[in-house]
């Protein structure tokens, strides 16, 4: 195959790639059919999504909030009294994906565009309040948290200033200009070089997944907003993180090859995901609401025990064992482990 360059990067033509981007593609023609048959399914699948990814999104970048925390926060939203950082992250993003979900079509892709989205974002984030939609000021190398509790340099960032101006106006004139890349590979470009300028003082890890989702809803993609992208993304973070720092090493003119692969594999894992979903469906539609409601805790809290699964149903371990077992025979959970030990996962 070959190597082609595409805005300031290359980009290497190959099969797996081109596997990749049919497979995605054959998804998409036949969702319009999926779609209409699947209708009261997608509802819940978009309100669970919501959540995961709103709570991922935000856990990438420090957040402590689980998924069942998140949901409580948004099912009890009270803006007047979002007094932690967390708590002010979380109801900004979840403000941002909703006005993405329901005016995708009308964002535009434009630097007002997008700091109009950053405004958003940050909207009560008080810490962010002297930077938000405007340009960086000062320097911001992406760093990550790591597990014994330092920060490490993932890679610098372009400079403030004329530096970071010049290069979101010809990141915006390539978009709008380039009709020969498949649409794909220029939404993970897009985003890859968005997160390389980090032209945005803080925001800007979450606003490059926010982009994400706009730009393949502008792109045709409907079912994105069906699936958490944020969540695959946390589920690899230190991968996420590798390949950034294995394509930014080179920069600029560098191999942006792995990031590519790495967003579309990521794109089909959701997809997968989606339709794995979809067809347990059509058994749970056979099982209880407490059940359901049993199927969503266990989803939202990894290793969750017995005894606490008990709690949040109101209802007896000797109950929930029952729940349980009926599920299991269902082939909708997975147990692990014996004894008090033993957790159970979603199939």
Request: proline share 3%; aromatic share 8%; hydrophobic share 35%.
């Amino acid at each position: 195959m070959s190597k082609v360059s595409v805005h300031t990067e290359f980009l290497d033509i190959n099969w797996k790639l081109i596997g990749l981007i049919s497979e995605i593609d054959r998804f998409d023609a036949s969702w319009k059919a999926i779609e209409r048959r699947e209708g009261q399914s997608l509802k819940e699948l978009k309100s669970i999504a919501t959540v995961r990814s709103v709570g991922a999104s935000t856990r990438i970048e420090g957040s402590k909030l689980t998924d069942e925390e998140v949901d409580i926060l948004l099912k009890n939203m009270d803006i007047s009294k979002l007094q932690e950082r967390d708590e002010q992250e979380v109801v900004g993003y979840y403000e941002a994906l909703d006005v993405i979900d329901e005016n995708f079509e009308e964002i535009p892709v434009t630097e007002n565009g997008l700091k109009n989205l950053h405004n958003l974002l940050l909207k009560y984030s008080e810490k962010d309040r002297w930077h938000r939609g405007d340009y960086k000021q000062h320097s911001n190398a992406v760093e990550a948290n790591m597990p014994d509790g330092t920060t490490q340099i993932i890679f610098q960032t372009t400079a403030p200033g004329f530096p970071t101006e010049d290069a979101m106006r010809e990141l915006i004139t390539w978009h709008d200009a380039d009709k020969d890349t498949h649409p794909l590979v220029k939404c993970a470009l897009f985003c890859y070089d968005f997160v390389s300028i980090h032209p945005f003082q803080d925001g800007n890890g979450r606003l490059s997944r926010l982009l994400a989702t706009l730009l393949l809803r502008k792109y045709g993609y409907k079912w994105i907003r069906y699936v958490s992208f944020e969540h695959e993304i946390e589920s690899q973070k230190n991968e996420y993180y590798r390949v950034l720092r294995t394509c930014q090493s080179q920069r600029p003119g560098e191999d942006i090859t792995p990031w590519v692969m790495f967003f579309l594999t990521s794109l089909k894992n959701v997809q997968e995901s989606l339709m794995l979903k979809l067809e347990t469906h059509g058994v749970q539609q056979a099982i209880s609401q407490r059940e359901r409601h049993l199927l969503t805790i266990i989803e939202a809290n990894p290793g969750i025990k017995t005894s606490d699964m008990a709690k949040k149903l109101g209802v007896s371990s000797a109950t929930v064992k029952r729940m349980l077992d009926s599920l299991l025979s269902a082939k909708l959970i997975e147990r692990h482990g014996i004894g008090p030990g033993s957790y159970y996962t979603l199939l």
